[in-house]
């Protein structure tokens, strides 16, 4: 076989292999840790109601196009689908609204995870503005980068899931999720939809990007990762 066959057959090897690593792992690209160099976290809170927090320079993430820049005085959040009224709000529409704060953990399919305070807005607070029509049962997130998940509209409401625009005290981090992550308490990674632009009320059932090609749909942590 010539040279340039057998450069040709390890190109293709090496293709087939990354390709395969992309679809068996819930995250594309692992960005690298925040530095202090890239953030002014002098403000960065170090623990919350006694327990301690991971600094954002620690803090292991993963996006499928690595990290998005959005403008804050252009962005707008829409909220359509089975809705009398459907909105579309600015950043500092968002902020206006009651905020909440808890400590979560966000622990990734992959085995990892971080503690952190997180700040921002609840779901309900936005839909009680909105007005969910009767039918609606899933919520499907849609984020600058193409990608989108869904949850239940029950465990939304039930658990007061936030959007949130705050970690340990500092406004969220580009690489983060700015302007909106959300804080999909006890539920894998891949449910964490960041750089939200959009949030689609619907009556049936939605596979995002890493659903769509095999995780499971459900997310809770200690659960499955595959659908069976």
Same mark, same amino acid.
């Given at each position: 076989?010539?040279?340039?066959? =057998? ?14 690593? &992309? ?52 962005? !707008? ?34 085995? @990892?995870?971080?503690?952190?305070? @997180? ?8 839909? =009680? ?10 919520? &499907? ?10 949850? !239940? ?10 959007? #949130?625009? !705050? ?6 981090? #580009? ?9 999909? !308490? ?5 449910? @964490? ?5 959009? &949030? ?9 990007? @890493? ?7 459900? #997310? ?9």
């Amino acid at each position: 076989m010539s040279l340039k066959k =057998n450069a040709v057959t390890i190109s293709i090897v090496i293709i087939s292999f990354f390709t395969i690593m &992309i679809f068996t792992t819930g995250c594309v690209e692992e960005q690298e840790p925040v530095t202090e160099e890239d953030l002014d976290l002098s403000e960065e809170a170090k623990e919350f109601q006694g327990k301690e927090l991971t600094p954002i320079s620690e803090q292991r993430n993963n996006a499928i196009k690595g990290t998005q820049y959005i403008d804050r005085d252009t962005y !707008e959040l829409q909220i359509k689908g089975l809705v009398e009224q459907p909105l579309n709000l600015s950043y500092d529409q968002l902020l206006a609204y009651p905020s909440v704060t808890r400590f979560v953990r966000m622990d990734c399919v992959e085995g @990892w995870g971080f503690d952190a305070k @997180w700040t921002g807005v609840t779901l309900n607070t936005l839909f =009680n503005e909105t007005v969910i029509t009767a039918n609606a049962s899933n919520v &499907i997130f849609y984020s600058a980068d193409g990608y989108s998940t869904s949850l !239940e509209l029950e465990y939304l409401m039930e658990n007061e899931i936030m959007l #949130a625009y !705050e970690l340990n005290d500092v406004t969220l981090p #580009a690489d983060r999720g700015f302007p909106l992550q959300l804080v999909a !308490e006890d539920k894998y990674g891949y449910k @964490w939809a960041k750089w939200i632009t959009s &949030i689609e009320v619907t009556d049936e059932p939605y596979k995002g990007y @890493w659903e769509s090609v095999g995780y499971s749909n459900n #997310a809770d942590v200690g659960g499955p990762a595959f659908e069976n």
